[in-house]
């Protein structure tokens, strides 16, 4: 059941994107989207209750999660026809999320020590950390492209577009708002480890890598002013190194921190 | 009468070739004084604004429009081989319907713009006070003027034009977002410059600063668009503080290098800042669009914004061509007309004047007969004067009507000479 449903709403996601791509502005585009967004909620659901539990710290969940909040970026934008190719980035990059979530099933692990509460703190904060760097991600892919077409005086088509210091300054919140999070999932993560029994694994190392990456990035922003393009590589290179770790994890390691299947 | 109109503009060649042909005002009393001295033209009208430079002349007979082409790009101080390709030749009634389609601005960059209007009454006027313009000119171009009226009041060309200033506030906004607050440099005093500033105020601009060579006139801009006037000196000061910057002026050389630029956009901490060079020549350097967070655009990046509303003024330029077309055949007919009456007259002039002069030579011989056989000599010089000039007329009034009234300058000369013609055009 949940299976399908997830399909359903990765179809409803890739069906904005490849209509844009062909050129075809879709008829009832923000239907479709909210019809996607009511899907994967559902496949979500039906995941947990299928499971008899919510198993946030499997990779497929984890993955799913993270497309949902995603896909719950676009929001903001619907309304708006000068963003719907943000909104239609954060969608294709929502599908993909889906489809390795899809790839990644049966990896699971569980820090089975940790309280559910907890654990359930520690993982939601890390991928809406996660997330805000999928949205930082596409944000600054489509700065470059825009910056691109700018530059180069291709300026046909660009009343449809956002305006370039827009697609900058909410690239800054997406990744202000992913690295604040994330630093907190971490600390929870950090302090009950610490606490407990501490190790440094793979997905530790990872993620201080992860951390420290967009700490120079935002504190070059906020001190020496690197913004626009120097930004959006931060944001591209950021969320691709994220993207090498989950997929290692995934393949090498069992799931986060080492400890499944 | 030979009518030619050679030009280069937006449609045939990139801002970089433009500029090497366009000519400042202070340069143009020196180049229509050329046009004559150096025997190429009798009447002639330069038009050199940022989308295209064009003259519209009436040669001598002897000159062809590669030798007015040749001597245009002289004037320019451009070799004729760098434009030769990009540059357009009309002539006759080709040159006079691409007269009529630059004043009704069906053929700017953004049809139905109309500031270009104002440039040609500009030209003409300049070249009035140089007694550049002949009969010719006169009436071309005060029919074109009543003809891009015409096009204006009939037809819906300039309601769905993109101005030059909507555009410029579409690449800022393009880049910047919202421009409440924001605030922008003008440099000059050119017409689309203040075109521009006057949009992006209407958007929302909050502060505008003007430089201009002359500080006075800096001031008075300054005064009439509610900002503030700075010395040119201080450009680079100004560079660090704006937004915008828009370059609007005839100073014909780069006013801002890379140099200028480079050092101000670490001290802006790269936020973005938009620069619109409206001149041409360019004020501003190309490279600078290489500098981390620096957006150059110039006229011909403006065009592209303005081609967005181009479909609907289509429908809007087909009535415009075809008042065009009718204007040109009608102005075409009046200019033959006159060419023709005055080709008759000069013919009729110059008989009349070896008549009266062969009577003056036999003055006394006359005085000796009587008055009654006087009146019959007279009578008779006139006759014969009839009959010699009735086939000639004759052949020109026909060459007019069968079209050819190229042919009566060429009749007229062979029967009277260059040298009589110009006597009695005196």
Known sequence: MHAVLLVLAMVAYALPVAARLVGRPLRHHNAIVLGGLALHLGGLLALWIANGAILVS??????????????????????????????????????LLLLAAS??????????????????????????????????????LLFLALRRRLKRKELQGLQDLPALDTIDALNFRAMVAGFVTISAGALIGGVWAWLHEFRFDVTVWATLLVWLWYAVGLQGRVIGGWRGRFAALFGVVGFAGVAFVLATLGAMFGGWHGMGA | MRLVAIG??????????REKLAMAPERMPAVLEALRSDGVGREGLVLSTCNRVELYAVPEPSVGPDRLAEWLADRAGTALRTVDSHLYRYQEQEALRH????????????????????????????????????????????KALQVAKRVRNETDIGREAVS??????????????????????????????????RALLDYGLGELVVANRTFQRAVELANRFGGSAVHMDDLTRYLERVDIVIASTAAGQQIISRADVAPVTKRRRYRSLVMIDLSVPRNIAVDVDELEGVYRFDI????????????????AAESAERIVMEEVRACWDV????????????????????????????????AKLDPKDRDSIEAMTRALLKKLLHEPLGYVRKSAAEGRGDRVEEIVAALVGRANDEREDE
């Open chain 1, 103 to 140: 790839g990644a099933h049966g990896v699971k692990s569980t820090a089975a020590e940790m309280p559910l509460w907890f654990l359930v703190l520690h993982v939601s904060l890390i991928f809406v950390g996660l997330a805000g760097f999928a949205i930082s991600f596409c944000l600054s």
């Open chain 2, 300 to 315: 011909d990046d403006l065009m592209q914004i303005a081609e967005a509303g181009k479909e609907k003024r289509q429908l």
């Open chain 2, 99 to 142: 007269v009529f389609r630059v004043v009704s601005s069906l053929d700017s960059m953004v049809v139905g713009e109309p500031q270009i209007v104002g440039q040609v009454r500009d030209a003409y006027r300049l070249a009035q006070t140089h007694h550049a313009v002949g009969p010719v000119l006169h009436q071309v171009m005060d």
């Open chain 1, 58 to 95: 499997s990779l497929t969940e984890g993955l799913a999660s993270v497309a949902l909040l995603v896909a719950c970026g676009t929001l903001p934008f619907l309304r708006q026809p000068r963003m719907s190719v943000v909104t239609d980035s954060l969608l294709a990059c929502a599908t």
């Open chain 2, 335 to 366: 200019l033959e007309g006159e060419l023709v009456a005055r080709g008759i007259k000069r013919l009729t002039q110059h008989g009349e004047a070896l008549r009266v002069s062969e009577l003056a030579k036999n003055e006394a011989l006359l």
């Open chain 2, 8 to 17: 280069i503009s937006h449609h045939t060649a990139p801002v970089e070739l």
């Open chain 2, 164 to 197: 030059v200033g909507r555009a410029g506030v579409e690449l800022a906004r393009q880049v910047l977002g919202s421009l409440d607050g924001r605030a922008a440099l003008l440099i000059g005093a050119g017409a689309h410059g203040k075109l521009v500033s």
